[in-house]
């Protein structure tokens, strides 16, 4: 019935996109003959000459729909196999053009080409191929019209040249980087954008102005193009692997000091259609990947990682169906990361004295296949992986023994939306994962779960957006396994005091749903709003391949904005923003509630400040006890703040602050200065430190059960500091050196503990009464955790889509000495910790057929 309604809602909205004005045009000329292409790969003079050119550039950035300061221009052609784009950046001052010499696809603050193309003409998705003056090659794929993709790689040239009157770019794209239907009458959608860096200022053709709702909706039209042939289809990558790892073995026998390793895999794309494109992977191999950042947490959830592997990177988007967004940061149905994730049964294992285990740190990938692209005027993405059964080895005395960790798990996901020309859309999404459990896994993991959705963007006189979804979970499993889902810090259905839900150590499945419904105004020059309201049943659970940090909730919020992008004397753009929300369990406690006033200014110099003050109600925390009685929090006040310098600069500074404090002497206090430093373009090095002071009143220490139960809290005060190096060296814009280190320490110490007395009395005082907590028995709370992680890369493209990899990693954990935080000491424990090394070398060859 949802969707119908929302089917009927589309039908009524869906109108021509641009009302009938004339849009953007542009004709590309065909190129033939034998001296047309020189051996460069360029094209001669004469060809581009009889090219229409085109100049009508409008500035987007700061003045939208103003003159531009300098003149741009480019032409169009193309033959069998490649569109040709020139552009012409004329600049009367050439001797100030900004330039940065950085590895492939980071962006910096400099001069920049941008061609656009929508091969599809569909109006929602597109390629982009962008240029600095340098010969910095970045290519990103846009999706849902406004949203992007920068992991998007693609094979195709460029040659940039510097003269008197300025800097221009010579694309060379093959159309098998391309999505289309080859006819005698292609007509793409296309736009052209240029940035100058000095004045911070883009113009583009035709103009794709920030008061938009739609980026790639307001692309103009490149016609001219007759193409029957088919281009290129398959495009295989293999690539071989040799690694070396060394590592401490602490007396372990089954662990070497010194492991060589090696491996064979394949990557492959195929277009099976215009619009569609099959990936695959085979033994995939992620070893020049970044490590994850060391965390410390202390609440009852799991902390999110962003995803940072290509293959499950590139395309994401195809797979989005968002739960909770926090800020624009969301996590949904599907979270890519629990794809060979570390074995979920290592804590299973047996130990104690002279037994010695070995588990492998993730579980390996046997292989992936994903579907992307397009089938009409829907978008599609289909995804399918397999990863094998871990063992974990295990000496007990001389016996040698395996014990499964983690079972051979199939992951499925299915994602389709239909869109309409106003640039509403509704899609649905399907998930599936599915174990093979054996031995002790069967009462530990769920043997199936699926996940099922429809989610819709209605649009209204191109200003105002209706949007909500619908999903629904179940999961499978023997007794135990649902048992140990029930008591998950996402149920918690074990908790004395909740009356909505039971736990029930019997059932074989768990099913909920959950939904939300938001009103919005997307557009416009002065005024945006958002109003939502949403929930999510007790026993909903996505996290066998979602991220959810829990169910059982119920929630609203308004936002409303007040804005101006229209640059004055003193500032380029600003706004001012107003939340307000709140939450609720199923039972009807409150969990949270309040406000937030924040503002955001971006001046004529390019600097930037911003902040924020945030009150906070008195809110239930049914999860602070990690399955016991829910208790009073206050959640206190504060503020945060941030100001960023011209990141043009040589040398450029970035702070971002907050202090939050409740009225019985809890704080948090956070201060993060960064500085990019450039000192020439060819180099960049970022340093920065976090200092964070954590005071926590009543901090969950544990669950202590005696002649009686006490739920036990503490006084905890907690250090942590981070240091955050990078160091990035370009040779050639395809030859470059990545260095990335962080010192990580963060170290708590406990005391004045208190048990919970009334977990419900409003009076601070009367909820908790003095506990003499046995440190002995019961293992000593405080921490001092240490890490050291680097990750070195350097990375070269000998030729167009065929790459060499040469990588180093460390990393250093020394937990040993508990207590508060000592600078000096702490960060000698570091360094002292023995290392483990992970050197690896891996080369591809991209061949294209």
Not at 177 to 190: D, E, H, I, K
Not at 639 to 650: G, I, L, P, Q
Request: a neutral charge; aromatic letters at 12%.
């Amino acid at each position: 019935m949802l969707g119908a309604i929302a089917l009927f809602a589309l039908s009524t909205l869906a109108g021509p996109l641009h009302d009938g004005a004339t849009m953007a045009r542009v004709d590309a000329v065909a190129v033939s003959g034998p001296n047309a292409v020189r051996v460069t790969g360029e094209l001669n003079d004469d060809v581009w000459r009889g090219a229409a050119a085109v100049d009508a550039f409008v500035q987007r950035e700061p003045l939208d729909g103003g003159e531009p300061s300098e003149r741009t221009e480019f032409r169009v052609a193309y033959n069998a196999t490649t569109l040709f784009v020139k552009v012409r950046a004329y600049d009367r001052q050439p001797d100030r053009i900004v330039s940065y010499l950085t590895r492939r696809d980071q962006d910096s603050p400099c001069d920049w080409i941008h061609v656009f193309v929508d091969s599809y003409h569909d109006r929602r998705t597109a390629y982009e191929f962008a240029v600095n003056p340098s010969g910095v090659k970045l290519d990103r794929y846009w999706f849902n019209d406004n949203n992007r993709d920068d992991s998007w790689d693609a094979v195709w040239d460029v040659t940039v040249s510097r003269d008197s009157e300025g800097w221009s770019a010579e694309f060379r794209i093959p159309f098998s980087q391309l999505r289309f239907n080859p006819s005698q009458a292609n007509t793409f959608g296309f736009a052209v954008a240029r940035q100058i860096g000095r004045l911070n200022e883009t113009s583009t053709w035709p103009l794709l102005s920030r008061h938009a709702t739609g980026y790639v909706s307001s692309f103009g039209e490149l016609g001219g193009l007759a193409m029957s042939a088919s281009p290129k289809k398959l495009e295989i990558t293999p690539y071989t692997v040799a690694n070396l790892t060394t590592q401490p073995t602490g007396g372990n026998p089954l662990l070497k000091s010194a492991a060589p390793g090696g491996a064979f895999g394949l990557d492959m794309k195929y277009a099976l259609t215009p619009g569609l494109t099959l990936t695959t992977t085979v033994n995939p191999d992620f070893g020049q990947v970044e490590a994850d950042p060391a965390v410390v947490n202390l609440s009852a959830f799991e902390t999110y990682f962003n995803e940072r592997r290509p293959f499950f990177v590139e395309g994401s988007g195809n797979f989005n169906f968002n739960l909770d967004c926090n800020d624009g940061s969301c996590s949904g149905m599907f979270y890519s990361r629990r794809i060979g994730r570390a074995p979920q049964g290592a804590g299973n294992l047996p130990g104690g004295d002279n037994v010695y285990t070995d588990v492998p740190s993730q579980t390996k990938i046997l292989g992936a296949a994903k579907l992307t692209g397009r089938v009409g005027n829907y978008s599609v993405g289909v995804m399918q992986t397999v990863s094998e059964e871990a063992q974990a080895r295990v000496q007990t005395g001389s016996a040698l023994s395996t014990q499964p960790v983690e079972p051979l798990t199939s992951y499925s996901v299915g994602r389709v939306r239909r869109e309409f020309s106003n640039q509403s859309a509704i899609g649905f999404m399907l998930t599936n994962t599915k174990r093979q459990t054996v031995g002790n896994l069967v009462d530990l993991l769920p043997s199936s779960a699926s996940t099922g959705g429809i989610d819709w963007d209605l649009r209204f006189r191109k200003l105002y957006s209706v949007t909500g979804y619908w999903a629904g979970s179940t999961v499978r499993g023997d007794a135990p396994a649902i048992e140990a889902l029930q008591e998950n810090s996402r149920h918690y259905f074990q908790r004395p005091d909740l009356t909505s839900v039971t736990l029930d150590p019997t059932r074989t499945s768990l099913s909920g749903d959950a939904g939300s419904l938001g009103i919005s105004k997307i557009g416009g020059e002065h005024v945006r709003f958002n109003s939502n309201v949403g929930f999510k049943s007790p026993g909903f659970d996505t996290n066998d391949v979602g991220f959810l940090r829990r169910a059982d909730t119920r929630n609203m919020g308004n936002w409303i904005q007040f804005r101006s992008d229209t640059p004055n004397r003193w500032f380029r753009s600003r706004n001012i923003n107003f939340n307000q929300y709140a939450g609720w369990n199923s039972d009807g406690d409150r969990l949270y509630s309040g406000a937030n006033i924040n503002s955001h200014w971006t001046f004529t110099n390019n600097w930037s400040i911003g902040g924020g003050y945030n009150v906070n109600g008195l809110g239930l925390d049914d999860r602070v006890t990690r399955g016991g009685p829910a208790v009073y929090q206050e959640n206190g006040n504060g503020v945060w703040y941030y100001v960023n310098s011209d990141n043009r600069r040589a040398v450029a500074l970035d702070y971002f602050g907050s202090y939050f404090a409740d009225p019985h002497g809890s704080i948090g206090a956070d201060f993060s200065p960064n500085i990019v430093f450039r000192p020439v373009p060819s180099l960049m090095v970022t340093t920065g430190i976090r200092f964070g002071r954590n005071v926590t009143d009543t901090q969950w220490v544990g669950h202590v059960t005696d002649s009686a139960s006490h739920y036990v809290f503490g006084h905890l005060e907690q250090t942590t500091v981070a240091l955050t190096g990078r160091f990035n060296y370009t040779l050639t814009p395809n030859l470059s050196l990545q260095l990335y280190a962080q010192p990580f320490v963060s170290a708590g110490d406990y005391r004045q503990f208190r048990q919970i007395a009334d977990a419900r009395a409003a009076d601070y005082y009367a909820r908790f009464t003095p506990y003499i907590y046995d440190t002995i028995a019961n293992g000593d709370p405080n921490f001092n955790v240490k890490s050291f992680r680097t990750t070195n890369v350097l990375r070269w493209e000998y030729k167009p889509g065929s790459t060499l990899f040469v990588v180093w990693q460390q990393a250093r954990e020394n937990d040993a000495v508990p207590g508060g935080f000592s600078a000096g000491r702490d960060l000698h424990d570091i360094f002292g910790a023995p290392s483990t090394n992970v050197f690896l070398v891996k080369i591809a060859y991209w061949l294209n057929y």
